[in-house]
């Protein structure tokens, strides 16, 4: 952009690196995160429908080959379907699937109309409860993306410091991992998850380094909260 001047005026790039989408033509600002994984799954939700159809195999496999999995069981017309549709079209973080298959459904605890939620992390997989409605599956999605207590990575700098949510980081050692404060960390985290992101994160290498020096934590400091 810096030998492209007039480029990069005409489609507002202010700052490096930025991905624009265009799709019949019409720009779309990359609202995904940083990694390859977030990057390939936002161009595929956007170049295509929002959910795939799929059978027991086929979400089996993308469990297997992606973090974040969420699967819809039951018709595929209805409030219900369209509340899920409408869901999985506005949420770039996850690969979404739906399925007509009653016994896939059973295998995993599911009745239909419902919602199973395949992760790497924490309690997978998880049953989505409640009416299914576009603002509760919304608030679902985005709360179930991140682990209960965060280990800070690249992974997560889009859903801690992007959505602009209250968040509480414990700087300590990693061979503190275990430790007392970090006890209560996850014991708090359960209570308020969904409310407050939680987050641990050392000060000596790559991107949990830069962190520390962003917010001015010292090896000397540890532990401590900010």
């Known amino acids: 952009a810096t030998e492209n001047k007039a480029l990069a005026e005409r489609f507002g790039v202010k700052g490096f690196p930025t991905l624009h989408f265009f799709k019949n033509g019409v720009q779309q600002d990359y609202t ?16 295509g429908p929002p959910s795939k159809e799929g059978n027991c195999a ?3 496999n993308a469990a297997e080959n992606n973090k974040l999995v969420v699967a819809f069981f039951g018709e595929k017309s209805g409030e219900a379907f369209n509340a899920f549709q409408a869901a999985a079209g506005a949420n770039d973080k996850y690969q979404f699937f739906h399925s007509e298959e009653k016994e896939c459904a059973a295998s995993h605890g599911a009745q239909m109309p419902g919602l199973v939620l395949f992760r790497k992390f924490d309690e997978s997989p998880l049953l989505f409860k409640g009416d299914i409605n576009k603002d509760a599956l919304a608030e679902w999605l985005s709360a179930s993306s991140v682990p209960t207590l965060i280990e800070f990575s ?6 801690i410091f992007g959505n602009r949510k209250a968040a509480i980081f414990l700087f300590r050692s990693a061979s503190d991992s275990e430790g007392a404060l970090q006890t209560v960390m996850r014991e708090a985290a359960e209570k308020y998850k969904g409310e407050i992101l939680f987050c641990v994160s050392d000060v000596k290498d790559g991107i949990q380094k830069r962190l520390a020096e962003f917010i001015g934590v010292e090896d000397s ?3 401590t909260l900010r």
């Not at 995904?32 to 390939?40: C, K, V």
């Not at 690249?154 to 859903?159: A, R, S």
């Open 154 to 159: 690249e992974d997560y700098i889009e859903p």
């Open 58 to 60: 086929d979400i089996a």
């Open 221 to 223: 400091n540890m532990p």
């Open 32 to 47: 995904g995160g940083r990694t390859e994984p977030d990057i390939s799954n936002w161009i595929i939700k956007k170049s």
